[in-house]
């Protein structure tokens, strides 16, 4: 072929001209890093800062970390391993583990009860927490505070049991009566449960108390981690239905009743829980019969529990006033008494607005029950600043007890709060 | 043809008590109120019996008996033969004192890292996230525990300062961080209106005096400003003329009355001089700082997300540079948002000083309901009085809540 006939014929082209591929600079991670890290000069040096500071905080704590002992029978010993080294002495977690998790008092070949009511209480958490499970097992999630109870403290079993079954006459009495009417259901369950456990009372003979028992534990060996789980778990949902019947009663339209839950709220919302626990350690057994010893234990989950309820009640009220008006109009409407109005259309609606405020109470909760260690309880915090740091072997070592309890701490606070965003993806019913 | 006739009249029978909806609400009423009766007289009784068993009474004469304990940390004049009353006040200013200062830098530190969250800048964006989640999920008590811990344990002692071999150095060799607490350099005037305590009382009213009259002074030349710009378009430059209505007095005042600053020194065992800031103060303070900091960044965080992205466009649209649709149109429409939550989280503040008791602050709690509460016995006094000085404190702030919730709320036509 020569040139001018090449030159003569025209170009058509039969196929895509292959996508080059984008500069390097305009994509992959180098477009990444470009755009959010370096983005303007200003940006580039709060950058750099970010990651001097990373660097100063990773380059003190890792060392530490890494060097760590975790065997030494105390710090003197760990002090001399480490030689000079920087290095965490770990070894005094896991020669203190039961008294961290436990409390010093509790009966050490006992551990295995608090530990199996512990990991029972996943089992009876998980149907109230995940819809999709099986609803059989909510019965195990009923019967599981008197299986706690009996595992914790141990004692007569017949305790748990008179206890349980004066809630099953009254949970069959409401059954009955509910249809009814709501009041005499609810009333008349009362009555048949205080009936049973009067009866239970006088049959039940003390001398007995041997039978079905467990060696018992008094509830001031109770300490560590233990005490602020139980605290933590018993007071949230005591107070959630006290809570609820709070705010209702706050949003009721008798004055009477509404005017006693609005002082009751503002002045338990008013004070700080540290003064309530004073009024549990020293002024509370003044208001109760003389001749009755309510334990100190006791007396810290009542002034918890109206604390934390005071809080709860403020969530919901939010929630209630937050459902438009046409709800209750349509309940009405549909000729449904007050009771029923609540129970199946307003409450749900309303408690699932609430789920984020009532997450972050509980929270909040949780992260206080570690002031009972002011009033002399050994809990988590109490433990480490009493027996532990005061004790010869380890007297001078904080940092991997503190680094300890804020883990414990945050593991299960940050696990509470992404549990209540997903709950909320969950019952999000509204278009997006 | 109907005829619509009255439903037939009902005479009053007992079981329309419970059924009529009439008269429901009263007869629920009355039993709220004697099952409250009676459990007050039920407690009431009780608490009598108690007391008489122990041979006890109410009475608030402890108030006025000597209280027979040092304070460290005071603000007003107090020694050990004070009353108990004295005591308390002086429990109250600490913790009113501390509440102000953790609700300044915990404001500081809120925005701040609320802000930070949302900058486009990942790194910082997820430094600040860290921030908030971890301190957000560890109790507050244990931060105190920590601080503390700093402040006592890794801090050297005075003695590390002493001689040529001396472990430890003074800060830009103006304050001293030691256990014992932090020395910083105080300000005094050589020239004042007289060296006596009093005398030096009229030279800080006359600061203060001094900026107010700025405040206001600022604030003239602001509006005049603004007059100018409404009537001509133009808005004349008013940073100098502030800079020198805040400064040029303060400057003058300061040369003519001699200001010079007292830099703590290190005599025998102790620093000597300047202004001493206990460790305690310092623990809870910036405890309650960074914790309390974490959950404003959150509202802070939430108030400007709540400002919905069209007042940014429209803005934009209008031609308002970026800095101005921040102060202009962001702001005012987040601070409806982020202010009510920032006063509670304020009152939050207020009542967490109460764990001050931990650390060995003399907050209100630690004299009244700690040493006093101990020393006399009167538990129930001291425990009710507590309560109610922190009630007061409550209705105060959420009484401001509500006025500052009114007058922003939206104007409905």
Redesign the interface.
């Known amino acids: 072929m020569s040139d001018t006939h090449s030159q003569s014929v025209a170009f058509v082209r039969t196929e895509d001209v292959p996508p080059a591929p984008p500069p390097a600079n305009a994509t992959g991670p180098v477009k990444w890093i470009k755009d959010n890290l370096f983005a303007t000069p200003a940006n580039s040096v709060l950058t750099v800062i970010a990651l001097l500071v990373i660097y100063m905080v990773l380059s003190g704590t890792l060392p530490w970390v890494f060097n760590g002992i975790w065997d030494s029978p105390s710090l003197a010993v760990c002090r001399e391993m480490l030689n000079g080294e920087s290095g965490a002495c770990f070894a005094v977690l896991t020669e203190r583990w039961n008294q961290l998790l436990f409390g010093f008092k509790y009966p050490s070949d006992l551990y295995w009860r608090p530990a199996l009511a512990f990991a029972l209480l996943f089992v009876a958490a998980a149907p109230v927490l995940f819809f999709d499970l099986p609803r059989k097992i909510l019965i195990f999630t009923g019967l599981y505070p008197f299986i706690a109870y009996y595992l914790i403290w141990g004692g007569s079993i017949f305790t748990p049991l008179l206890a349980l079954a004066g809630f099953v006459a009254g949970g069959y009495v409401y059954q009955r009566f509910v249809k009814g009417s709501f009041a005499v259901g609810f009333f008349g369950a009362i009555a048949a449960a205080v009936l049973v456990w009067t009866i239970g009372g006088f049959i039940i003979p003390s001398s007995e108390i041997t039978e079905g028992a467990m060696q018992s534990v008094q509830s001031r060996d109770l300490g560590g981690f233990m005490l602020n789980m139980m605290l933590g778990v018993t007071c949230v949902s005591l107070s959630l239905p006290i809570g609820i019947a709070l705010a209702l009663g706050r949003q009721s339209s008798m004055p009477i009743i509404k005017y006693i839950c609005v002082v009751f709220i503002e002045f338990i919302r008013g004070v700080p829980l540290i003064t309530l626990l004073f009024v549990a350690s020293v002024m509370l057994s003044y208001f109760f019969p003389p001749e009755a010893t309510v334990d100190l234990f006791l007396r810290v989950v009542i002034m918890i529990t109206i604390f934390s309820a005071a809080y709860i009640a403020e969530v919901v009220r939010g929630g209630l006033a937050a459902l438009p008006k046409g709800q209750y109009e349509a309940a009405d409407s549909l000729g449904l008494d007050y009771t029923q109005a609540m129970r199946l259309i307003i409450l749900p609606q309303a408690l699932k607005i609430s789920i984020p405020g009532i997450v972050n109470v509980s929270v909040g909760l949780f992260k206080d029950t570690t002031l009972v260690s002011v009033i002399s309880m050994f809990d988590m915090v109490g433990m480490i600043r009493g027996p532990i740091l005061a004790s010869t072997e380890w007297n001078g070592v904080y940092w991997e007890l503190f680094a300890f309890a804020a883990l414990l701490f945050f593991i299960v606070c940050y696990g509470i709060s992404q549990y209540s965003q997903w709950l909320e993806r969950r019952l999000a019913t509204d278009h997006k | 043809m109907t005829i619509l006739t009255d439903p037939p009249k009902e005479s009053f029978r007992l079981s329309m008590l419970?059924n009529d909806t009439r008269y429901r609400?009263l007869t629920?009423?009355v039993i709220?109120?004697i099952a409250?009766a009676f459990s007050i007289l039920y407690?009431a009784n009780?608490?009598a019996?108690?007391?008489a068993?122990q041979g006890l009474s109410i009475s608030f004469a402890f108030l006025g008996a000597p209280a027979g304990y040092d304070i460290n940390q005071r603000l007003i004049e107090y020694t050990s033969q004070s009353t108990n009353l004295r005591a308390a006040f002086v429990g109250i200013l600490n913790t009113l004192l501390v509440a102000f200062l953790a609700c300044v830098t915990a404001t500081i530190f809120g925005v701040l890292a609320g802000v930070l969250r949302l900058?486009?800048?990942?790194?910082?964006a997820k430094?600040m996230a860290f921030y908030v989640?971890?301190f957000?999920?560890?109790?507050?008590?244990?931060w105190i525990?920590?601080i503390f811990?700093i402040m006592t344990?890794v801090l050297p002692g005075p003695r590390a300062f002493r001689g040529d071999d001396a472990t430890a150095s003074m800060f830009l060799g103006v304050s001293a961080f030691t256990n014992r607490g932090i020395y910083i350099p105080g300000p005094y005037f050589t020239r004042g209106f007289g060296a006596a305590e009093l005398g030096a009382v009229w030279d800080w009213v006359l600061v203060l005096g001094l900026l107010v009259a700025s405040f206001f002074g600022a604030r003239a030349v602001n509006a005049r400003a603004t007059r100018i710009q409404e009537a001509t378009g133009i808005r004349p430059a008013t940073l100098t003329t502030n800079l020198a209505i805040w400064f040029g007095p303060l400057i003058v005042v300061a040369l003519a009355l001699g200001l010079t600053f007292e830099i703590p020194e290190l005599k025998g065992f102790n620093f000597k001089g300047g202004i001493k800031v206990g460790g305690p103060l310092i623990a809870i303070w910036f405890a309650l700082s960074i914790y309390t900091g974490a959950f404003i960044a959150e509202n802070v965080r939430a108030g400007i997300l709540a400002v919905s992205k069209g007042q940014t466009e429209a803005a934009a649209a209008l031609g308002i540079r970026p800095g101005r649709i921040m102060s202009l149109v962001i702001l005012p429409q987040a601070l409806r948002v982020i202010i009510p939550p920032l006063i509670s989280n304020y009152l939050n503040i207020t009542?967490?000083s109460?764990?001050a008791?931990?650390v060995g602050y003399a907050d209100v709690?630690a004299t009244l309901?700690g040493i006093t509460?101990n020393q006399t016995g009167r538990?129930?006094e001291c425990?009710l009085l507590?309560?109610l000085f922190?009630?007061v404190?409550?209705?105060l702030i959420s009484g401001i809540i509500n006025i500052y919730n009114n007058s922003v709320k939206l104007k409905e036509r």
């Open positions: 419970l609400s629920f009423q709220a109120a409250l407690l009780n608490l019996r108690n007391l068993d900058s486009k800048n990942w790194l910082v430094i989640e971890i957000r999920n560890i109790p507050v008590l244990i525990i920590i811990t344990a009542k967490n109460s764990l008791i931990l709690t309901g509460l538990a129930i425990v507590l309560m922190y009630l404190i409550s209705l």
